[in-house]
């Protein structure tokens, strides 16, 4: 049984994540600002009023886990603002930095002395953040912040690798979430491939950016 840490999973594919970590019988310890009626229901153990763009979440997150080994750190808590050239709020874009950039290298970060020779720490970005793969413009926030991520991975990949622990850089597909209005595949089908995806993950494919369907993407 693995114990394995998930931000942002009140909803979505946060939320389905921890239901099939539980169900296959690992320990899931739930990280979000504020818990839904249905993550209560699960049996996770919950840390909440925990966010991940703020700094000052961080040592009350260090104090609820103590000294307990993290086997899986999920860093999946993101937000979405859409944006076009002409009407670009940068105080919007900034707070997608805190957030998608940021947040997991805070999270990690804050949580190394939990992490050990054998842990995997998994960033869910996406592939909005593939300078190549970007062939339709827009969304400026959120794609550099995905784009800045994918360093930061790319970093630890470097950084953990003398620790034993492995990296990866997750893309959940285009998923059905408030994120995307209810539009693409069921965060199920998306949480089983990224399971599938970190059940694979070790330190000779380490630092990888891959899709949940199990294919490499362009950076």
Known sequence: MATVLITGCNRGIGLQLCKQFIARGDSVIAVCRSASDELKQLGARIID????????AMPRLRSAIGDQRIDVLINNAGILRRDQLGELDYDEMAEQFRVNTLGPLRVTEALLDNLGEGSKVI???SRVGSIEDNASGGHYGYRASKTAVNQIGTNLKHDLKPRGIAVALLHPG??????????????ADSARGLINRIDALNLDNSGGFWHAEGYELPW
Do not use: H
């Not at 059905?176 to 209810?182: N, Q, S």
């Open 123 to 125: 960033i869910v970005t």
């Open 49 to 56: 009023g925990i966010d991940v763009g703020r700094g000052d």
């Open 174 to 187: 285009y998923v059905a979430t408030d994120m995307t209005g209810g539009q693409g595949v069921a965060p």
